[in-house]
């Protein structure tokens, strides 16, 4: 009997694969039908002819003698296909538009952000030009009060000092009054 390893084409994983399906040795191989190894993962309608067809050979080049047969020389080398990732499925008309619209609504959504910021900003400078235009104006307001203030203060103090010299004047002519009056009083 022939190990299914001697088979070209099977290594550990599909070893394991054939002998948990029934398939021990190369000439239960060789026996099988395509169909049979078809249900076996990993195996396709063109691998399986390929399998059937190897392992015919390699049971047919076991010599009956006991002794174990030598691996031929020229052996083909069998290229082993790694399992590699599947390639992403192809987007369907469907889907490559709807995410043609969702990039569209994306891009509209930032312009419409920008925008929105845009106008919150020219919003806030205009907030901040009328404060600053109202500030203007109420300082103007509050220094024309304390001018006005000042000038009515300098004009209390005025005419407290022409009340003080009038006042005094007042005074000064009463007590020459007095005198002259006193003076006559004497002659």
Known sequence: MTAVTEVKGVGEALERALIAN???????????????????PRIGAARAAVLIAAAKEASAAKPST?????????RKSVTRRTV?????A???VAAAAA???AEEAARKAAAAAAEAKA??????????????????????AFSKAKEKVKAKSKKDKKSKK????????????KKKDKKKDKKKAKK
């Open 66 to 74: 006991g002794k174990p047969a030598a691996k031929p020389a020229a």
């Open 99 to 101: 995410e043609k619209r």
């Open 162 to 173: 022409d009340d003080k010299k009038k006042d005094k004047s007042k005074k000064d002519k």
């Open 119 to 140: 106008r919150k900003k020219a919003k806030a400078k205009a907030k901040a030009e009328k404060a600053a235009k109202k500030l203007q104006e109420m300082e103007a």
């Open 22 to 40: 029934g398939f021990k040795t190369a000439e239960a191989i060789a026996k099988a039908s395509p169909a049979d190894l078809v249900k076996i």
């Open 84 to 88: 590699a990732r599947r390639p992403k």
């Open 90 to 92: 192809r987007k369907t």
